[in-house]
């Protein structure tokens, strides 16, 4: 079973909605959690990084929020554009660099 | 700084044929990586250097594959001989090293093994 579990698998919305992206985890030792933006045929690149101690962070219209306890996180979008259109990738990290769990995406579609 | 370059952007071969996949991380980053994505499993590491040495290498498939890092603005993952399930996209990443940091990604090599 994969220790990063995203949800929904695939999303549509209009431009211009909000949308929330989840991801839940059960890796432990937790050392951090990413958030990266894959936009077709391109690397992913990072939106957002929480330490154990960080609760939300944001990056423009992006906001991600951590629940250590529950081991819960979530990305929001705000007045979502076509641009975001890409596949979103929740990573979780344990103590050492080689040991990333990666989750499998949300693919998120805005349609005009 | 031009990012982590990759090269080929596109590769196809034949079956049995060695592949050579390239690597240029961000100037000043002591953390490598190499990934394979594919639809069925996302993102895999495959190899994790530090400071030009092969820390993990437990995710690499079978003896095809290797990696070298020779210095440290360069690196290689070679599959010999290639097979049609290798096909995927390879990435290459690095990062200032701890376990915190951001980590940056190439555009990654398209690999199809025919």
């Known amino acids: 079973k994969n220790q990063v579990e995203q949800s929904p698998q695939s999303l549509i919305i209009l431009e211009g909605k909000n949308c929330t992206l989840q991801?839940?985890?059960?890796?432990?030792?937790?050392?951090?959690l990413r958030w990266y933006k894959q936009d077709t045929g391109r690397g992913p690149v990072s939106l957002t990084i929480?330490?154990?101690?960080?609760n939300t962070k944001s990056n423009g219209r992006y906001t991600a929020t951590l629940d250590a306890d529950t081991k819960q996180s979530s990305l929001h979008i705000t007045a979502s554009q076509l641009s975001d259109s890409a596949s979103y990738i929740c990573?979780?990290?344990?103590?050492?660099?080689?040991?990333?769990?990666f989750g499998a995406g949300t693919r998120l579609t805005v349609k005009p | 700084d031009a990012g982590v370059i990759q090269s080929p952007r596109h590769e196809v071969t034949e079956m049995g044929q060695e592949v050579t996949l390239r690597c240029k991380p961000i100037?000043?980053?002591?953390?490598l990586f190499w990934y394979r994505q594919t639809m069925m499993r996302g993102l895999e590491l495959l190899i994790y250097?530090?400071?030009?040495?092969?820390?993990?290498d437990s995710g690499m498939p079978e003896d095809r594959f290797s990696a070298k890092m020779p210095n440290a603005s360069f690196s290689t993952l070679k599959i010999q001989p290639s097979e049609p399930r290798d096909s995927a996209v390879y990435f290459c990443?690095?990062?200032?090293?701890?376990?915190?940091?951001?980590?940056?990604f190439g555009s990654g090599t398209q690999l199809s093994v025919l």
């Open positions: 990443a690095s990062s200032l090293g701890t376990v915190n940091e951001k980590l940056f």
């Open positions: 991801c839940n985890y059960t890796v432990s030792p937790f050392s951090n």
């Open positions: 929480m330490t154990f101690s960080e």
């Open positions: 990573v979780v990290s344990g103590y050492n660099n080689n040991d990333m769990r």
């Open positions: 100037s000043g980053h002591n953390s």
């Open positions: 250097f530090n400071n030009n040495v092969p820390i993990d």
